[in-house]
């Protein structure tokens, strides 16, 4: 049961344009959710956070969006650079497995120069 | 410049082998955690620690265990590696309280003949 879902496996974006990466979950009582960067041959490196108490989170060119009714969140970044192009991973935690990350399936974002 | 490292990047084990993959951090981190990473099914959680011989079960702790004697060094064991182990593993480590930014090593990949 993926109770964090990425539905698109691939995203390609032109440079200089917005990327937006989707996340949907279903339990509701996930109440911290994070998205990490994956290059290849390394580790997830944490990129961004958003606590269920905010609707939206800002750091620099990235931006990720929370809709708690719809149990989606979403990641932006504007503007996309080829150096963006990676795997992205959104996670979720709360409620009785608090302490665990729950992943979803990643979506490998190209950005073209 | 935290550092999670990890023993090996690649090893070719046969089936029903015992296998160890060892991850050490320099973080003085109280959290490590065992992950999975295969396509189409992200990053899962195998097994997580709290503390020097503490261990929790993850979602998918089926076919391992886990070794945590000190606190800088969390291992994790396949008893009789199969087929269906090979993957990509990735160990990470985070403060105690803080279980939101993990932070990961480069990751082994185990791929069991």
């Known amino acids: 049961d993926q109770q964090v879902k990425q539905n698109s496996p691939s995203l390609s974006v032109q440079e200089g344009r917005i990327s937006i990466l989707n996340c949907d979950y279903t339990?509701?009582?996930?109440?911290?959710f994070l998205w990490y960067k994956k290059y290849p041959a390394e580790g997830p490196t944490f990129l961004i956070s958003?606590?269920?108490?905010?609707d939206k989170n800002e750091d620099g060119r990235f931006t990720v969006f929370l809709n708690k009714s719809a149990k989606h969140l979403s990641l932006h970044i504007v503007p996309s650079q080829p150096g963006d192009s990676a795997v992205y991973f959104c996670?979720?935690?709360?409620?009785?497995?608090?302490?665990?990350?729950?992943f979803g399936q990643g979506t490998i974002l190209t950005v073209h120069p | 410049d935290v550092k999670v490292t990890q023993s090996s990047r690649y090893l070719v084990k046969r089936t029903g082998e015992k296998v160890f993959l060892e991850c050490v951090q320099d973080?003085?981190?109280?959290?490590m955690f065992w992950y999975r990473q295969d396509p189409g099914l992200g990053l899962r959680l195998i097994y997580f620690?709290?503390?020097?011989?503490?261990?929790e079960k993850g979602d998918i702790p089926e076919g391992y265990s886990v070794s945590r004697e000190k606190k800088e060094r969390f291992s994790l064991i396949l008893e009789s590696a199969s087929t269906n182990q090979t993957s990509m593993y990735l160990c990470?480590?985070?403060?105690?309280?803080?279980?939101?930014?993990?932070?990961f090593g480069p990751g082994t990949r185990l791929t069991v003949l």
């Open positions: 973080m003085d981190h109280e959290n």
């Open positions: 990470a480590s985070s403060p105690r309280g803080n279980y939101n930014e993990q932070f």
């Open positions: 958003i606590s269920s108490i905010k």
């Open positions: 996670a979720a935690m709360g409620g009785t497995s608090y302490g665990k990350l729950t």
């Open positions: 620690s709290y503390d020097v011989k503490m261990k």
């Open positions: 339990n509701s009582m996930f109440d911290y």
